[in-house]
């Protein structure tokens, strides 16, 4: 960001600014709170302090189900936004206090009694606490009788500044861990003691500086300073303004204001209507951006020699539409954690060889990305050479990752991958080295290739061959006997060329104690809950599968076998069948935490819009991986919440996939001969026309618009404009009224930028004409901000042409 240019010498009259400014603060009224006075977390009605004006609270707030936070927060609007916090890297327990000793010293304590956290530099500073008082400019005080503060939380500041605030030499604003997770984070920004205001990086989880990604050098400032008209600058210590960094300030007599560090390293300047009406939605982008965002771009702006960059190891950063980073995984890549997706991804296959002997090249080719890159990973740089040459070295080195060719020169890149970033002034691609068959198997065949010729050369190697004929026969008929009884009595086999076990009924109906315990039913199965003995104990879902085709065995196992070779994050991974007289089951890895259906509508809490965002992505990378990626192309025909599964992680996982095949023509929950439940069901069904994969992407927009607005996509006890959601969904985002589809869903709110985005990707998908909806490759970009989303038509506008 340009700086200002340095104003004239005009100091005594800032100087005099700030003390007029002082001295309204200090002369405000507030309540006093006396010593001795407590708040705890078990008295609802005791959590609290409030400021005069009821603007601002100290006190408890909870943070999720995982306790109590310390903390200044907004009190007059809904969203309650936090700017300042004690104990974000230790929540407090349900049962902790708060005490105003009557030595005048805050003290944090556990239910045991023990200190979590005390006021510092009250104690040496020679006067006496006399009350505490929360002040309506957002500052917590310690005063002594002649109201000196002789602590205050605007000189112990977190993440956020709030005007009349000021930020020292020697301070910094540290970013919290995530949205909503309190602890340091991955960012720090400092007033350096030579007075540089400098943004870096961290080597978390330590504290110090790693790398400066912007810097308001050559100005050095006394102070950073953010005065009561909502601008931001540095000053010198004559009270002359050096360099200004929010350059249209906002007044403060309308708005709340706040400017902070923000998880992802970006510093934003925020306001928030006082007199809100119906049309505020928030610290959304209608009432932000009072100046632009520090940096630009952060994406572009972090190349550490050490560290992961903006997004993580093996991730790359790209802007959204508000500007906001966003991080995503490569092709062929999965974040380790999907709820903590700044820890980076990893590679969804087994790494290339480096084994002389190997022929593992074979099994790789590329995914390309345009305008991707992964600055200062590279080991190997070549000119002059075109991408068919780059492509063939990248393959033919074990060590490269990726492969980056722009204008006539290739860089490989080993990983882990560091500074990743999407720029689209960048006019290289980078080409992801992934495997073929998307495997992680240790390819066992061409172990038992390498045992076969070991045997073959100590039997035919040797000059007494007919000797070891004679001896070995009858220790082959012996051995080939003990296989055979094992084989037998062994509970499981494996389907030749897959990992998939072979199950007997008796063995599924003991593994699920006589099929007693149901985990859920539609109108072709039903699944059940068991359990592997041989398999470590581990969980599993038994789908007993009634009026399938009865066209043989080959059929059924072909399309088993076509499921089975599947392997992606967002699929539910199947682990065996049985294919026995009239039995046929299927037997897949247990999923703990239900449905889609029930988490988005069984449950009187709302799920986050950020575990919500997650779902609806991983749901779209599971889809683009059926259609496009599989060796055979599977359309899933029934895409619904109820089909949708989470883990552990609350990672979605499709479940039902490939089954369309094996049901018998009649067998729907729908009135037709189709495939698919109704309310989810694409139209071209109905008027036949060719079924294609864009089936699937109907039913995904209808679900995605379900995620976005946790109801049913048909709910008949309410009013009747809003009875059908993809109806009442395109008259809000037609009429501009998003927020209508959120109620209080205040997280999503103040995230309209990526609601309205869903919205329209939603949109698209519903369009009654298949040729308009997009790929389930395109939803996935434009979900994860690689690709823009435009205006989508009226999704209806086809029936009116016909």
């Excluded at 240790?442 to 073959?456: E, F, R, Y």
């Excluded at 069984?602 to 259609?627: E, V």
């Excluded at 479940?655 to 023509?665: N, V």
């Excluded at 209808?702 to 993809?726: P, S, T």
Aim: charged share 20%.
């Amino acid at each position: 960001m340009a700086l200002a240019p340095v104003v004239p010498c005009t100091g005594c009259i800032f100087l005099l600014f700030q003390w007029l400014l002082l001295a309204l603060t200090m002369a405000e009224t507030h309540r006093e709170i006396s010593l001795g006075s407590s708040l705890s977390t078990n008295d609802n009605h005791n959590m609290f302090w409030e400021s005069h004006s009821g603007e601002f609270a100290f006190g408890f707030q909870q943070v999720g189900k995982g306790g109590f936070l310390l903390a200044i927060w907004f009190n007059n609007i809904p969203e309650k936004t936090i700017v300042w916090s004690a104990n974000g890297n230790t929540l407090a327990k349900q049962g902790s206090k708060l005490e105003l000793t009557n030595n005048g010293l805050l003290v944090l304590k556990t239910p045991e009694g023990k200190q979590m956290w005390v006021s510092q530099g009250v104690a040496g500073s020679g006067s006496k606490v006399a009350h505490a008082a929360m002040l309506d400019t957002g500052n917590f005080v310690l005063a002594d009788q002649n109201s000196i503060n002789l602590w205050e939380s605007f000189g112990e500041p977190t993440d956020t500044l709030l005007p009349l605030q000021t930020l020292s030499q020697g301070k910094k604003l540290v970013a919290r861990y995530s949205d909503t997770n309190f602890s340091k984070g991955r960012f720090q920004l400092m007033l350096q003691p030579s007075g540089t205001l400098e943004f870096y990086t961290t080597t978390f989880p330590l504290d110090a500086a790693n790398y400066v990604y912007w810097s308001s050098k050559p100005v050095s400032g006394f102070q950073l300073v953010f005065n009561q008209s909502g601008s931001i600058y540095l000053q010198a210590k004559n009270g002359e303004i050096l360099s200004v960094l929010s350059s249209k300030p906002c007044t403060t007599q309308d708005f709340y204001q706040r400017v902070i560090l923000e998880y992802d390293g970006v510093f934003r300047h925020y306001v928030y209507p006082k007199n809100d009406g119906p049309e505020t939605i928030g610290w959304s982008k209608e009432w932000t951006h009072c100046s632009p965002s520090i940096p630009s771009n952060i994406c572009t702006s972090i190349r550490e020699d050490t560290g992961g960059g903006a997004c993580g190891f093996n991730s790359y950063c790209s802007l959204e539409n508000e500007q906001r980073p966003t991080c995503n995984c490569p092709n062929g890549y999965s974040f380790i954690d999907q709820n903590d997706v700044m820890k980076g991804c990893q590679p969804n296959f087994e790494a290339q060889s480096c084994d002389q002997e190997s022929e593992d090249e074979e099994n790789f080719n590329f995914n390309i990305m345009e305008n991707t890159d992964w600055p200062l990973s590279d080991y190997e740089h070549f000119q002059f050479v075109d991408e068919n040459w780059c492509r063939k070295a990248c393959l033919g080195d074990c060590f490269c990752a990726v492969a980056i060719f722009r204008n006539g020169e290739c860089w490989k890149k080993k990983t882990p991958l560091s500074n990743g970033k999407f720029d689209p002034n960048d006019e290289g691609k980078a080409l992801i080295k992934v495997r073929i068959d998307n495997s992680t198997s240790d390819h066992p065949h061409k172990k038992n290739d390498s045992i076969l010729v070991v045997i073959a050369s100590l039997l035919f190697g040797s000059p007494v061959f007919l000797i070891n004929v004679l001896v070995l026969i009858p220790t082959l008929v012996v051995l080939l006997h003990l296989y055979r009884k094992a084989k037998v009595s062994k509970q499981t086999q494996f389907m030749p060329g897959m990992n998939l076990q072979s199950f007997t009924y008796a063995e599924l109906e003991e593994a699920t104690s006589g099929f007693k315990e149901e985990l859920g039913r539609g109108a072709f199965a039903i699944v059940f809950k068991g359990v592997l003995p041989l398999d470590d104990g581990n969980l599993v879902a038994v789908k007993k599968l009634d009026n399938i085709v009865r066209e043989g065995e080959q059929e059924f196992k072909a399309e088993v076998n076509a499921i089975g070779r599947t392997n992606h994050k967002n699929l539910v991974q199947l682990i065996g069948f049985c294919n026995e007289e009239q039995h046929r089951l299927l037997v897949y890895e247990f999923m703990s935490n239900g449905s889609l259906a029930n988490f988005l509508f069984g449950s009187s809490s709302r799920p986050s819009w950020y575990q919500r965002k997650q779902i609806a992505l991983g749901i779209a990378r599971g889809l683009f991986y059926l259609h496009e990626e599989c060796s055979n192309q599977i359309i899933h025909c029934d895409i619904k919440p109820h089909n949708v599964l989470l883990d552990d992680f609350f990672t979605a996982r499709i479940a039902d996939f490939g089954l369309a095949k094996l049901l018998k023509t009649e067998q729907t929950r729908t009135m037709t001969a189709l495939r698919g439940t109704k309310g989810y069901v694409a139209p071209e069904w109905f008027r036949n026309l060719p079924v294609s994969v864009k089936v699937d992407v109907y039913s995904y927009g209808i679900m995605l618009l379900e995620i976005i607005c946790c109801r049913k996509n048909f709910e008949q006890e309410i009013e009747e404009d809003q009875m059908v959601l993809a109806d009442w969904a395109y008259d809000c985002y037609r009429d501009d009224q998003l927020s209508l589809l959120l109620k209080n869903d205040h997280e999503a709110m103040s995230d309209m930028g990526k609601v309205e985005k869903y919205v329209m990707v939603a949109i698209w998908c519903i369009q009654e004409d298949p040729s308009l909806r997009p790929t389930m490759k395109k939803v996935t970009q434009m979900l994860e901000g690689t690709v823009e989303v435009s205006i989508p038509p009226d999704p209806y506008s086809f029936i009116s042409s016909l």
